[in-house]
């Protein structure tokens, strides 16, 4: 069974990390991804930009809406998550549509740039 | 992450929106500072013990008002409290603050709190220290350390800047449309001079000063967070990003300042380039262009060059010339001529920049750049006549010294 672990944090306490403290948790948190590459266990990871560098598409009746931010509706759930390489925003939205024509109806996408990313490999 | 830097963290973080509701609620900036400061004092306690709120503003704010009702009430026998009515109807409850966190009454708090340190009456070597003072919570000898001025003459520099604005300075209505967009420019300008204090200093000032540009940083972030769908508030963020990526590539080992087209760009913060690259990329979709978004587009395409060569100096010359038609200033002409240099040739450039010598007479980069270009097309005699002058208008060694270099290579011809 393959696992999503989503990090959840809040944003104005990290951003007041100084960058001494931020390397030192990257730090403890590479030994823990080490340990868990070595066995085999680890897909994806990756660190998002701040939400404000987040922007968002919501599906509606016909074209979609497009939000600056993330979608601060929170009755609805993280459910999945594409890493996509795309030029430009534009492009990053041009997916996001045809993903919600695909699976019309309700819900939204936040589109957020990656800023680390290590694609892994698990054994399964 | 242990306790204290835990704690450490969430207190820098609450810090504009308490002191910002407190100074709503008691409309007295030293009332408000001391109540913030008395809960984080209850916050160290409380929290190590009980662990941490689950909204560490809202508890902030509560604790504060609470600690400071008793203040107010002994300072109320030297001079009268405001009337009831006027004083902001605050629930006695936790959890209704914590409903209206997320209000537009928060936002007005901390725009408020940001836009009396740019008071019209304050100069800048007022404005800045005040800020960091109150909206940052620095205390006075960081704020010293980074204007290179004693502890005492910056608690009086804060003070006075204070008794400046007084209370009858501080807008408490709330804004009008216009009125807010007024002070989020106001806002956004004294942040972009606070960055500037920090970037502009020399080598030797880095370690002291480049702490304000990072503090620049997060008050952009924080006024983004605010007003998440303002593309000029992307631009500055995206430009202040884009400038402090570049930050370890600046200088060399000497101190000496190495220009941009020389700098390493390997040392260049890719995840600061990153952002900045998305947040230019998210300004653009409103197609509302403004100076801020222009700048960081030009910082954007230094950016994205691989090497100096890769540069697309037509593409910059053409934003400088819409940066110019926005807010005209010689300085950006000035600015544009180095593009024109790189894609129409010296000669070009020494057209464009020579009627602005009346008003750049005491600008130390005119006459650099223009001994410069007449270096490049063989008018050494000329050269060195304006690299003369940029050296008796110098503002650091640095500049100087960057200067004598060309003198000195003129010479060896």
């Known amino acids: 069974m393959l696992y999503a672990i989503l990090c959840y944090n809040s944003e104005d306490v990290v951003g007041a990390w100084s960058k001494e403290e931020d390397d030192a948790v990257m730090e403890r948190l590479a030994v823990v991804q080490e340990k868990l590459t070595k066995q085999g266990r ?83 | 992450m242990t306790d204290a830097n835990w704690i450490d963290a969430a207190l820098t973080a609450a810090r504009p929106q308490a002191v910002g509701a407190l100074l ?68 006695d409850n936790e959890t209704a603050i914590a409903e209206k ?6 936002r007005d708090d901390i725009l408020r709190l940001l836009f009396i340190c740019c008071h019209p009456d304050l100069p800048a070597t007022q404005q800045i220290p005040l800020a960091l003072r109150i909206v940052s919570g ?24 204070k008794s400046r604005i007084g209370t009858g300075g501080i807008p408490f209505e709330t804004p009008d449309p216009i009125e807010r967009a007024e002070r989020l420019a106001a806002v956004a300008a004294m942040v ?21 540009s990072d503090e620049a940083i997060r008050l952009i972030r924080l006024l983004l967070r605010m007003y998440p769908t303002e593309p000029e508030i992307m631009g500055l963020a995206a430009l202040l990003l884009l400038q402090s990526s570049r930050s370890a590539a600046r200088f060399d080992a000497e101190g000496e300042v190495v220009l941009l087209e020389n700098q390493d760009r390997k040392l260049w913060n ?3 380039i990153n952002e900045g690259l998305a947040l230019i990329d998210k300004a653009m979709r409103h197609r509302q262009p ?69 008003r750049l007479s005491g600008y130390f980069h005119y006459f650099g750049v223009k001994g410069g270009l007449l270096m490049k097309i063989g008018r050494n005699g000329e ?17 100087a010294a960057h200067i004598r270099m060309h003198l000195d290579s003129l010479s060896k011809e």
């Open chain 1, 42 to 124: 680890l897909g994806p990871v990756a660190r998002l930009l701040p939400t404000t560098a987040a922007t968002t598409l919501r599906k509606s009746g016909s074209e979609p809406i497009i939000i600056d931010g993330p979608f601060a509706e929170t009755k609805e759930q993280f459910l999945g998550f594409y890493v996509v390489d795309c030029a430009s925003l534009d492009e990053a939205l041009d997916i996001a549509k045809e993903l919600s024509i695909a699976n019309p109806g309700t819900g939204s996408y936040e589109i957020r740039p990656i800023s680390i990313f290590r694609p892994g490999q698990t054994k399964t």
């Open chain 2, 383 to 399: 050269a060195r006549e304006a690299f003369n002058r940029a050296i008796a208008l110098a503002n650091t060694a640095a500049e």
């Open chain 2, 24 to 91: 709503r609620y008691f409309r007295n900036l030293d009332v408000a500072e001391e109540a913030f400061q008395e809960a984080c004092v209850k916050a160290l306690k409380n929290w190590t013990k009980n662990g941490p709120p689950r909204d560490p503003t809202a508890w902030l704010i509560f604790v504060g008002r609470n600690s400071a009702i008793d203040v107010v009430r002994r300072q109320a026998k030297q001079q009268p409290l405001p009337p009831e009515e006027v004083l902001s109807d605050l629930e």
């Open chain 2, 290 to 358: 403004g100076p801020y978004q222009i700048q960081s587009a030009i910082a954007a395409l230094h950016a994205r060059a691989a090497t100096a060569e890769d540069t697309d100096w037509s593409e910059i010359d053409l934003l400088y010339g819409a940066l110019e038609r926005m807010t005209p200033s010689p300085v950006i002409t000035l600015n544009r001529a180095v593009a024109v240099a790189k894609v129409r040739g010296p000669a070009a450039a020494l057209t464009l920049i020579e009627p602005l010598e009346e």
């Open chain 2, 101 to 106: 966190i997320d209000g537009a009454d928060y």
């Open chain 2, 270 to 272: 890719r995840e600061m």
């Open chain 2, 138 to 161: 620095l205390s006075v000898k960081q704020i010293a350390k980074a204007f290179l001025v004693s502890e005492s003459a910056m608690e009086q520099r804060i003070t006075r800047a």
């Open chain 2, 192 to 212: 972009y001079l606070i960055f500037n204090e920090g970037y502009s200093a020399a080598a030797s000032e880095q370690a002291v000063r480049s702490p304000l």
